[in-house]
């Protein structure tokens, strides 16, 4: 490992229409050409490091917590310094793994920022890694004469710190270069990246575990609907509007999103999207849905599709990191609505309850500059879906009969609070594209310092309920 290896360069950060709020994420990376059916080196990221010290990882056990449906959570931390804007802070980065057969591990990829009154999605992308070694993991079978790979720069040590609240035992990864400190530190038992720091030039940075934990999926996993597959298409059509305190008059665009489907296997897939803002292209990037997946999804498993829903909405999980509920119940029009809700946001997703299509999603953000809503849905009618589905089923996913996972459901209660908005995979370009935020953030307070609140009325699971809602 070295420093030309480490830090932010590598990974892919996808800043795309309502499924994330921060524009500035495109101009740190982006995703060329369709995505791959199966993981490579290039979805390691910085991990890909580790592969000249374990050259078997590629084909290596997976790790015992890779079930889907599982959560983990990382602080991340840093500061850019020595530019015209410094800026510094830190935010959230959540991994939840929404597939995973012989020949990857998928997740969905969401972050999280927060002013201080509350935690509101940053912005999501995937990641995606080989079941022994990805983004943030190894496999633990690795690990154990691990000191044995140390030399030519690189230190590697074995010690007990305090984990997430957990004493556990880490191997540490150190490099030290006259450029900079890179450090890697994995639960020896489990092969899960709990720290990584990153000391150079302009930069300090670091990322450490929060915690894991199996999200109680409301259905058992399943196949994706029939018609997902390459070449299916979606367009969505829509607003967005901004309300700026001090403004006088909201400022409101078209907004319009298509996808296409690049990759997809029977319980995955990767769709390809492109947004236009008053007819302009702002954005183009790709998102993964998996069989395991409650937040972000363009479909629902063929699972969900036959579950029994409370039409009075039931809270079936709440997040104890960033406090936020997710509620599933069932529309008047028949649609599967699930809502994610904070103190500062919610973001609303209504599926097709035969097709198991996204069909309309409203994501509303409160900041302390501005308020925003994105609100979109499906064009184009469902005869095309319709048709794709009638084709032969792919065939299965290898390996993923081996892989058990998620089901349950959950609690009752309700939701609500300010509605809500919507990095790939290293926990770093998720950070390298949270820094870009703040620094932009600190250009405009410098240049106008409003005070500002949330003018929108908060929305609630009640007055979502319809597709298309009387304005």
Known sequence: MDETTTGVGRGRAVALGPWVVAAALLALAGIGGAARAQATDDDLGDMASFLALFPTARTAPAPTFLQP????????????????????????NQFDLVTRDGGQALFYLQSYST?????????????????????????????????????????VSRYQKAVAGTNTTVV???????????VYEFDAATGLLVLSSVSGTGTDSQVSLLGVRQVQLPWGLGRAPNWVRPGAQLAYQGTKTINITGGT??????????????QAGARWSFATLTERLSGITSGTGVIATGQAQVVGALWLPVTALAAPLDPAGVVFDTDPITGATLLLARADDGDIVLQQSTTVSQTTWFYSPTLGVLDRQVADIAMSTQFTRSDISRVGGDGALVALAQQPPLPEDPGAGAVTGGGGGGGGGGGGGCAGGSPGGSPWVALAGLL????????????????????????????????????
């Open 436 to 471: 870009t935020v703040l620094a932009l953030r600190e250009y405009s307070r410098r240049r106008s310092r409003l005070d500002l609140s949330c003018r929108t009325p908060s929305l609630t699971a009640r007055s979502l309920r319809r597709r298309h809602p009387a304005a």
């Open 115 to 155: 002013e201080g009154n509350g935690w509101f999605p940053l912005s999501a992308t995937f990641a995606r890694g080989y079941p022994g070694i990805g983004p943030f993991w190894i496999s633990p079978s690795l690990l154990g004469q691990a000191e044995s790979k140390a030399g030519g720069g690189l230190t």
């Open 69 to 92: 449906g599982v959560r983990i959570s990382y602080s991340a931390a840093g500061a850019v310094i020595g530019s015209d804007v410094p800026a510094s802070g830190g935010g959230i």
């Open 249 to 262: 008059n909201p400022i409101q665009q078209s907004q319009e999103i298509g996808g296409q489907i690049a």
């Open 172 to 182: 540490r990864f150190q490099t030290q270069t006259t450029t900079g400190n890179t």
